[in-house]
């Protein structure tokens, strides 16, 4: 009984120190922490058409940018076949997030000097291909006068590294072997084709820019982004706090051996975001607060198949051990077609609907692992303790009037 009990309170203590910073150190979503919110909107242009590909090349371009910037967890998304969606935590100024998203990224090509020779507007195509060696690369195609300054530049630096750089940043430098001629050329050192596809589009993107028009802008104030914030938490709190009281209420100490396995399941659950670095969300916690009522759902359907087994004059471990067997089953299925359904929220959701969705599936899996082992794990040791051995202990309502041993 006295080891129950001081692992009881170790776990409450360990809650009550720890929940609160890991979850307050797990990163914000933009409805969470404030920020600004932009729809762009690619266009036609006499000089670019949009396509697929040149979205793809945009959304790169203000990735490389934003990313560049340091700000911490931004949201590119490209939402149907031309607008993209951007959010940006923590930046409350409009103005200052168009400038960033507007600019076109700049493509250059440097000698040893550092001179710049050769820019986006001299490459006509980049695409990523497999050489004979089998090794990922990519072949470059310059406009007729991009191809006569490439084989300049290449004559003069036979045996030295050029420098291929995105906005400043350089991309590649790859030491020149041979007057290269005709306009194409290659760069190998990619490990692996998605890489080579990759730098391709970063290198497509300088030479085929493609308009923006902002559809929408919208600021999500400190103070909404506090108010929310807030009132999630007390939502939170408010209904672990009533599953806490109703799990005591309809079974007592099998309640309380679930309420300390969910104290443990939302430790592991918040652990989990830190450590796959998920962004939470306001749908984020609307899915942990579900997979709670899920976890609680799987220890109703185990005690509900415990008194079962009691009113039929098992013993209370007998009981109990034939109760999560027989209820397993039961919520592997239900755990299942939820995790299947959250998948699918995943692949075909956007924003807010995919964290939503990883919470909820993430929570899902916790819970049953709380479930089926640490309430079970708890539940073995109390009984073993014989600190109560009357199922009324246990939810039990019985007319019977001597212990079940």
Same mark, same amino acid.
């Given at each position: ?26 990163r914000?979503?933009?409805?969470l922490?404030?920020g ?17 590909d ?21 949201t ?7 607008r993209?969606?951007v ?6 100024d ?16 440097k ?19 497999v ?9 470059l ?50 490990r ?9 589009i ?12 902002v ?15 807030e ?6 709190a ?7 009281? !109703?799990? &005591? ?5 099998? %309640?309380?051996?679930?309420?300390? $396995? =969910?104290?443990?399941?939302?430790? #592991? +659950? ?53 109760g999560?067997?027989k ?15 959250a998948v699918?929220? !995943?692949y &075909? ?5 995919? %964290?939503?969705?990883?919470?909820? $599936? =993430?929570?899902?899996?916790?819970? #049953? +692992?709380?479930?089926i ?17 009357h ?15």
């Amino acid at each position: 009984m006295a080891k129950f009990l001081v692992m009881t309170f170790a776990i409450v203590i360990a809650f009550l120190l720890y929940a609160k910073p890991i979850a307050f150190s797990i990163r914000q979503g933009l409805d969470l922490q404030g920020g600004t919110h932009v729809v762009l909107q690619a266009v036609d242009t006499p000089d670019a058409k949009v396509d697929d590909d040149a979205v793809n090349r945009v959304v790169k371009i203000i990735e490389n940018r934003i990313n560049s910037l340091g700000l911490t967890e931004p949201t590119i998304q490209r939402q149907g076949k031309d607008r993209i969606i951007v959010e940006l935590p923590g930046v409350k100024d409009p103005d200052k997030a168009i400038d960033m998203l507007g600019r076109t990224a700049l493509l250059e090509f440097k000698d040893i000097s550092g001179m710049t020779v050769l820019t986006g507007k001299d490459l006509k195509n980049s695409k990523a291909h497999v050489a004979q060696n089998n090794q990922p690369v990519v072949g470059l195609e310059f406009n007729d006068d991009g191809a006569r300054k490439f084989a300049a530049l290449t004559a003069q630096n036979i045996g030295k590294p050029i420098s291929i750089l995105l906005d400043g940043d350089v991309l590649t430098s790859p030491v020149v072997q041979e007057v290269i001629t005709g306009g194409n050329a290659q760069i190998s050192g990619s490990r692996t084709m998605e890489e080579a596809e990759h730098l391709a589009i970063l290198l497509r993107s300088g030479s085929l820019p493609v308009k923006v028009d902002v559809m929408e802008i919208r600021t999500v104030g400190p103070t909404l982004g506090q108010d929310s914030k807030e009132m999630s938490i007390k939502a939170f709190a408010i209904g672990t706090i009533s599953v806490f009281i !109703f799990m &005591l209420l309809f079974y007592r100490l099998s %309640g309380l051996v679930a309420d300390i $396995a =969910l104290l443990l399941y939302i430790m #592991m +659950l918040l652990l989990a975001m830190k450590y796959l670095n998920a962004t939470l969300t306001l749908p984020g916690i609307a899915g942990i607060i579900l997979s709670i009522g899920m976890a609680v759902d799987a220890n109703v359907l185990i005690f509900e198949r415990f008194k079962e087994e009691i009113q039929k004059g098992k013993t209370l471990r007998s009981a109990m051990e034939a109760g999560f067997d027989k209820a397993f089953l039961t919520i592997f299925d239900s755990n299942l077609t939820t995790v299947m359904a959250a998948v699918v929220l !995943f692949y &075909l959701g956007t924003g807010p609907i995919r %964290g939503f969705a990883v919470t909820l $599936a =993430l929570g899902v899996a916790l819970s #049953m +692992l709380s479930a089926i082992t640490i309430t079970r794990y708890l539940l073995r040791f109390l009984i073993a303790s014989n600190l109560a051995k009357h199922p009324s202990f246990y939810g039990l309502i019985s007319n019977k009037k001597e212990d079940v041993k």
